[in-house]
């Protein structure tokens, strides 16, 4: 095959795999953001199976660009070797300079992937604090399922036990992008009656904070009240942590 015509494929498949990376990186941002893996689908893909393909688009891209630098290799060492005073003779030998640059690149990649593998830190997973075990990928069922006893307000921990359940259930009308009613349930102020409203939260007194109300369905005015019932065990953790004080300690890396 003609050495320019070759250059050329090449340049299409480049340019075809590289709007590939821009469209599944668009996909991965817009409609399927971070934690709609569970879901959301786009054309029978999942956002995880998306970033497989997002990965396999680039490593192909990868692939395609360092065929490209081959093509130009003679090119490359030439000219730009040149220019930056790296070759002194007039015919450098392409393949000890296709060596030494394959070597620091490969030393590049592998340093990389050292450094990426042995950082790799775990998180605390909200999700799966001391009450909830594996519960949360079934959790309609806790809405028959009995409250258990574990439940006292000595170990329920707001960030652990209180915070997800606002976030799984309230957060996406109620937050950043939604703050429908003006209430947001990642500001605390807004449980605890700043902002000129009455308070949701009475510290200590469960039974007549508002909240337990709203969320237990037993307040008849509520607009869409079947969407805020929660289940009678996260009715049961709201319950206990109000009587133990509310306390909504500051955590830092917390969206506001
Ligand atoms: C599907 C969307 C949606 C979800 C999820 C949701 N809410 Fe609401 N919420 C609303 C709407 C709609 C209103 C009424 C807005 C209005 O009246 O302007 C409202 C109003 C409120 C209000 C104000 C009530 C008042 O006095 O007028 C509070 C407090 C509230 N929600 C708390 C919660 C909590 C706590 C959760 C999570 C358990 C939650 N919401 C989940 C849609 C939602």
Same mark, same amino acid.
């Given at each position: 095959m003609n050495r320019t015509i070759a250059n050329i494929i090449i340049d299409i498949i480049a340019a075809f795999l590289f709007l590939g990376m821009i469209a599944t990186g668009y996909l991965l941002h817009f409609p399927l953001p971070p934690g709609s893996n569970k879901t959301l689908s786009l054309w029978g893909y999942t956002r995880h199976q998306w970033g497989e393909v997002h990965f396999w688009i680039s490593l192909g891209l990868l692939v395609v660009l360092l065929v490209h630098l081959v093509l130009h290799w003679?090119?490359?060492?030439?000219?730009?070797g040149k220019?930056?005073?790296?070759v002194k003779t007039a015919h450098p030998s392409l393949v000890r300079s296709g060596i030494l640059t394959a070597s620091v690149v490969i030393l590049m990649i592998t340093l990389f992937a050292w450094a990426a593998q042995i950082s790799v830190k775990e998180t605390a997973r909200p999700m799966r604090g001391r009450h909830w075990g594996q519960i949360s990928q079934i959790n309609e069922s806790l809405v028959t399922a009995p409250v258990q006893s574990s439940i006292s307000q000595e170990n329920v921990e707001f960030w652990q036990d209180v915070y997800p359940i606002f976030e799984n259930y309230c957060l996406s009308c109620h937050g950043p992008q939604k703050h429908l009613a003006n209430?947001?349930?990642?500001?605390?102020?807004?449980?605890?009656?700043?902002?000129?409203?009455?308070?949701?939260? $009475?510290p200590g007194q469960s039974s007549i904070s508002p909240l337990i109300? #709203?969320? %237990? *369905?037993?307040?008849?005015?509520?607009?869409?009240?079947?969407?805020?019932? $929660?289940?009678?065990?996260?009715?049961?953790?709201?319950?206990?942590? #109000?009587? %133990? *004080?509310?306390?909504?300690?500051a955590k830092t890396g917390v969206k506001k």
């Open positions: 003679n090119w490359i060492v030439t000219v730009i220019r930056c005073h790296l209430f947001r349930v990642d500001r605390s102020e807004d449980f605890f009656g700043s902002n000129g409203r009455d308070p949701l939260i $009475l109300a #709203i969320v %237990s *369905g037993t307040r008849k005015d509520m607009s869409m009240a079947a969407v805020h019932k $929660l289940s009678e065990r996260n009715i049961a953790l709201l319950k206990a942590w #109000i009587d %133990s *004080g509310a306390e909504w300690t």
